[in-house]
């Protein structure tokens, strides 16, 4: 089973992303993660063999600790800083920010790593996910999967 890793807070986002995923390639485990710490942890900590592609958000929401203490989430930054340390460039990364400089100083990051990276930029509610989100996924994740061999 290939998985889909995705950084991404929103819980409609989410849910959005998990459907749109589900319809076209119901064989992935999509897995996701609330805070940069978490996702840089399991990509230094996990066997990556069968990623078919990582989904970066920037901005992420602090998270609540119980009381009044908030933990801070990080931020995609940290996650492409992580992928660039420890990862040898295998799956594409989608970067999906409202936040422009940020988002463009991730993508050049990775780029000059070697990593096939794209830029989604969110407008409305949710509708980018279904326009130009999945469409960006789809294109990333068929392009990079392993051809079968038929013998002739």
Known sequence: ??????L???R????AMIARLMERFAFLRI???ESAPEMVKF?????LDDVALVALDHDLELIPNGGHAWIDPGTGLEVVDGLI????PRFPVIVHSTNAPAASQMMHRLEEAGWNAFRVVPY???????NEWFLTARNAI???????????
């Open 1 to 6: 089973m290939m998985r889909v890793l995705i």
């Open 8 to 10: 991404e807070d929103n």
């Open 12 to 15: 409609d986002r989410r849910v």
């Open 31 to 33: 897995v996701f993660f």
């Open 43 to 47: 990509l230094q900590s996990e066997p």
């Open 85 to 88: 340390a420890n990862v040898k």
């Open 124 to 130: 409305g509610d949710l509708e980018w996910i279904d």
């Open 142 to 152: 068929v392009s990079t999967a392993p051809r079968a061999v038929v013998a002739s």
